[in-house]
């Protein structure tokens, strides 16, 4: 089975600017969650989509947003982009079947979109 | 062990040596919890995870320890190599009906010298 794939893998922004980024699960996994993860805060939740629709948010500002396909496959947009959005951005799936086993909830991570503001 | 702090806590070691890395969990609630691994430019891998039912699980040369008595998780590698330098994050989760979103710990930064 193919792992996560993100892409792009490296981006350069200045800010203002907006992004979006890509995250193609793998197959058979409906879950979809969205990290952010800087030396100073370690990983941060950002939202995770189940079935194409939103069922979990952390607490960042309204500036991120996503969404989830029919396919599963998941993007997120950063809009007018701060210094401080500089991070590495992962994208994890998980089968995530409700009232399912625990190990459901194992997540599977990308190798990561490294954003850099400028 | 893990921290709140801003820093990353550090493991050092030598090849050969066994390492324990701790984790201090937050939510009584917490009923899975798992270990994983970030290299260098790579996202988390799995590497093991146990139920609240259990307090004990080994893996391939990893032991995972759970004392729900004082919130506390320890990952055990034996016989530490280059290879297992990282930085180790824990994760809790709660049961099912519950958030599927894991609470990470700081993550502890292993670096094993040969």
């Known amino acids: 089975k193919a792992g996560v794939t993100q892409t792009p893998r490296y981006l350069i922004k200045t800010r203002g600017q907006q992004v979006t980024l890509s995250c193609s699960p793998i197959?058979?996994?409906?879950?979809v969650s969205w990290y952010q993860q800087t030396p100073g805060q370690g990983l941060q939740f950002l939202f995770e989509?189940?079935?194409?629709?939103?069922?979990n948010k952390g607490n960042f500002p309204g500036r991120f947003s996503g969404r989830q396909f029919s396919n599963s496959r998941s993007e997120m947009n950063v809009s007018t982009l701060e210094l401080g959005d500089s991070a590495l951005y992962l994208c994890?799936?998980?089968?995530?079947?409700?009232?399912?086993?625990?190990?459901?909830?194992?997540?599977?991570f990308g190798s990561g979109t490294q954003l850099s503001v400028l | 062990g893990e921290s709140v702090g801003l820093h990353l806590p550090t493991l050092s070691v030598q090849e050969g040596d066994n390492s324990i890395i701790n984790c201090a969990y937050s939510?009584?609630?917490?009923?899975?919890f798992i270990w994983y691994k970030q290299e260098s430019g790579k996202g988390p891998q799995f590497i093991i995870d146990?139920?609240?039912?259990?307090d004990k699980r080994q893996g391939q040369r990893v032991t995972v320890l759970l004392n729900k008595t004082v919130k506390h998780l320890s990952l055990q590698i034996a016989a530490t190599q280059p290879g297992d330098s990282a930085v180790y994050f824990c994760?809790?989760?709660?049961?099912?009906?519950?958030?599927?979103?894991?609470?990470f710990g700081r993550g502890t930064s292993l670096i094993v010298h040969p």
């Open positions: 197959s058979g996994h409906r879950s």
């Open positions: 994760a809790e989760n709660i049961g099912p009906g519950g958030s599927y979103i894991p609470t």
């Open positions: 994890a799936s998980s089968p995530a079947l409700t009232g399912g086993p625990a190990e459901g909830k194992k997540l599977f």
């Open positions: 989509y189940f079935s194409e629709t939103q069922r």
């Open positions: 939510n009584s609630a917490s009923d899975y």
């Open positions: 146990i139920r609240s039912n259990m």
